[in-house]
């Protein structure tokens, strides 16, 4: 009997833990605590925490359970994350949530999208630096996109075992957009510049609206075909939701779905962190060069901004251009609060939400551009 | 491997340059595009216009002509009415007149066209010359 109780004792989590699931659950809770009570991204920080949480209880291996065990309940749930189902689903979610009347209204606003990814190509110049391989360092410099989805969708495609460091990374700085963006907008541009102002944008028609998810995904992805599966879906939940003629499906891909999705996509890369595939010297490298990336991406379409108004009549606020980065709408709504606080009748948001919206199409391009070298 | 040797060993030079130039030069594609998209569709709504200007362009160079002699035409009162509108004026007149005396009371009288009317009772022989720059009334063609 006291045999049978010890054996069961030897294969209870307290037994097995060591000091790295610790450290995984702690994080754990500084997701939960960032999400819950600082309202940091709450969508993704909430169901990653508790993933963290449930990945990183140290369990007996070969009973089937972890989430890098065939056959496992996890296993089966992670299938979406490295096939791409959930990023591809998402995107879906997304477009049916976008309104890209302010990107139509102002097409030249889509240069500064384009501009901010150029932090993508500086990382994976430094990823090579500091010894990555190409695929993992293609990997790393997608977070420089801040877009989640398209980081995780390419990362399984190129360095699966990746995912989890390259999903927190890039969520993380997501979430902490307010205290990483900032200071570089504030570095980069003077006070006259903060205070240009921005014109009322033009009312866009039905019609437009309506073109633009089929003009969007045939020149995107006859580009870059290996963008399909990201873009097809992201044009596809766009056009559900503008035809007006499937309101039912452009709902539901916009709650039930994407919700669904974000919930699997967040709790299985949490999962995923366990701690000894997750606390590795590389996953500090990760952290570090994500967040190069990220800051790059930031000061790159700002300049670029400064750069567009040396050739402009009209200028641009070149605090637009920290929204080019994809991450929707945490950058824009960083820009607006910046502009606000310079001159409280300076509205930003709706410009802001136009380069977000062309940062989106741009990282998603890039990471079909990536992958594509590479196969 | 590690620094510039590995970035070179691995075209990450070449990677870099050509995806940030396809990346930007998607997005240039697809914002000329989407900047056109209105216009393209202000002109596909008027279509009609466009294409009805285009057929009466032929027409429109022959116009000017006919147009003229159609106004007149149309707009202006036959000589018979113009003699019967112009006749009380004329007695308030002292003959031989000139004609900007005829002019300056036809305005007066908010008579419509009165430079028009004028010419066109000359044409008629309605206003005859007296060869020193005044007019008479004729009274025959009544």
């Not at chain 1, 045999?3 to 294969?11: I, M, S």
């Not at chain 1, 605090?319 to 991450?327: I, Q, T, Y």
């Not at chain 1, 709504?333 to 502009?339: N, P, S, Y």
Request: glycine content about 8%; hydrophobic content about 50%.
């Amino acid at each position: 009997m006291l045999d049978l109780l010890f054996q069961f004792l030897a294969n209870t989590g307290y037994y097995l833990a060591d000091y790295r699931n610790y450290i995984m659950l702690v994080v754990g809770c500084i997701f939960l605590y960032l999400g819950t009570a600082k309202k940091y991204e709450p969508l993704l920080l909430v169901p990653i925490g508790f993933g963290i949480l449930v990945g990183n209880i140290p369990f007996f291996k070969g009973f089937g359970i972890g989430i890098y065990e065939p056959n496992s309940v996890l296993h089966y749930l992670y299938f979406g994350v490295t096939s791409g189902v959930y990023p591809s689903i998402v995107f879906m979610g997304l477009g049916a949530m976008t309104d890209f009347s302010s990107l139509l209204a102002q097409p030249k606003l889509m240069l500064l999208g384009a501009a901010a990814q150029m932090g993508i190509y500086f990382t994976l110049l430094g990823a090579l630096f500091f010894g990555f391989a190409p695929k993992e360092a293609a990997s790393i410099a997608i977070i420089g996109g801040a877009d989640g989805p398209t980081s995780i969708f390419l990362t399984a495609k190129l360095a699966p075992h990746l995912i989890g460091p390259i999903a927190i990374a890039a969520y993380s700085y997501m979430a902490l957009i307010p205290v990483i963006q900032p200071p570089i907008m504030r570095l980069l541009t003077t006070k006259k510049e903060r205070l240009i102002k921005m014109p009322p944008s033009r009312t866009v028609s039905k019609k437009e609206l309506l073109i633009f998810p089929i003009a969007g995904v045939l020149l995107c992805c006859f580009l870059a075909p290996t963008a399909l599966p990201l873009l097809g879906m992201l044009f596809l939940g766009n056009f559900l939701k503008e035809c007006g003629v499937v309101n039912r499906l452009a709902n539901t891909a916009q709650s039930a779905i994407i919700d669904t999705a974000t919930i699997f996509l967040g709790f299985t890369v949490g999962c995923s962190t366990q701690a000894d595939v997750f606390l590795t010297p590389k996953s500090l490298g990760i952290f570090f060069l994500g967040a190069v990336a990220f800051s790059i991406a930031t000061a790159s379409g700002v300049i670029f901004a400064k750069i567009m108004n040396m050739f402009l009549k009209n200028k641009i606020n070149p605090l637009l251009g920290a929204a080019g980065v994809s991450a929707v709408p945490g950058s824009a709504r960083e820009v607006h609060l910046m502009g606000l606080k310079e001159d409280p009748t300076n509205f930003l948001l709706m410009h802001g939400m136009a380069c977000n919206s062309s940062g989106v199409i741009g990282s998603a391009i890039c990471a079909g551009i990536l992958w594509s070298f590479f196969i | 491997m590690f620094g510039l040797e590995n970035i070179t060993n691995n075209d990450g030079w070449a990677m870099a340059v050509v995806g940030a130039s396809i990346v930007f030069m998607g997005l240039v594609v697809l914002s000329f595009v989407i900047s056109q998209i209105h216009r393209l569709l202000n002109l596909w709504e008027d279509r009609e216009k466009v294409i009805s200007r285009f057929k009466q362009k032929p027409a429109a160079v022959k116009a000017p002509e006919k147009a003229e002699i159609v106004y007149g035409d149309q707009r202006l009162p036959s000589v018979e009415q113009l003699i019967n509108a112009y006749k009380p004026l004329i007695e308030k007149l002292q003959e031989p007149f000139k004609l900007s005396q005829l002019f300056e009371i036809a305005k007066n009288n908010d008579m419509p066209h009165p430079h028009l009317s004028i010419q066109r009772l000359q044409e008629a022989d309605v206003l005859v010359a007296q060869g020193d720059g005044t007019f008479t009334w004729n009274e025959s063609i009544e």
